[in-house]
């Protein structure tokens, strides 16, 4: 069964204090790999596409990696305003919709 | 950049009644999907349409219905409403080679 799941479910950090979210996958086929970043009430906002095992893509203070089983969003010295929920989702061959994982609500305390 | 628009942003209505949620894609955007998302809850996909055909159903209820016009832009139809029909509304658009889909800032419905 295609399935996403993102750790931790929520994350507290202080200003500057770098961290990784993870979301692990297990799919028939991925056509692709995708974070957004959602706040309170919101649509979910793309921040990443990613396609293949050790691609990396770079915004600003967060790094998203993919290898065959999982994706990590580094987050580097955050600043309040990078609080969000971060979703993970995945495309699966031959299909259009998203999976999604639950997300990882992060705090980031000033 | 222009956005994808849904309207209306927030709706009330009472049990066994109807609403119609619209979506107005990215344009260019010639594929619609449909999420709803509970309190708390990952986005769970509903329908998506390319070409004004449905192409991909998710766990769509029976009471709902959707279709996508020929502008491109995309109506839900939601009939009989429960309870458990309240929940956020996310319409995205994409390009139909194009794997990103772009979501809207979503129709919070509110069913009492």
């Known amino acids: 069964e295609d399935q996403v799941t993102q750790s931790p479910e929520a994350l507290r950090l202080q200003e500057g204090e770098s961290s990784s979210l993870n979301c692990s996958y297990t799919?028939?086929?991925?056509?692709?790999l995708f974070w957004y970043r959602q706040d309170p009430g919101k649509g979910p906002e793309f921040l990443f596409t990613?396609?293949?095992a050790g691609e990396e893509k770079e915004k600003e203070r967060l790094k998203a990696t993919l290898t065959k089983k999982e994706s990590f969003l580094h987050i580097t010295a955050p600043k309040p305003e990078d609080s969000a929920t971060y979703l993970c989702?995945?495309?699966?061959?031959?299909?259009?919709?998203?999976?999604f994982g639950t997300g990882t609500r992060l705090k980031v305390l000033a | 950049a222009a956005g994808v628009i849904q309207s209306p942003r927030h709706l009330i209505k009472e049990k066994r009644e109807t609403a119609t949620l619209k979506c107005y894609p990215i344009p260019r955007h010639d594929t619609v999907y449909w999420y709803q998302q509970g309190p708390g809850q990952d986005p769970q996909f509903l329908i998506s349409?390319?070409?004004?055909?449905?192409?991909d159903k998710g766990s769509i209820p029976d009471r709902f219905s959707a279709q996508q016009f020929s502008d491109y832009h995309s109506e839900l139809n939601m009939s009989s409403l429960e309870l458990g029909d309240s929940a956020l509304y996310f319409c995205?658009?994409?390009?139909?080679?194009?794997?990103?889909?772009?979501f809207g800032p979503g129709t919070r419905l509110l069913v009492l």
């Open positions: 989702a995945l495309k699966v061959s031959g299909t259009y919709k998203y999976i």
């Open positions: 799919v028939s086929g991925l056509r692709g």
């Open positions: 995205a658009s994409s390009t139909q080679g194009g794997e990103t889909q772009y």
């Open positions: 349409f390319y070409e004004k055909m449905q192409s």
């Open positions: 990613l396609y293949s």
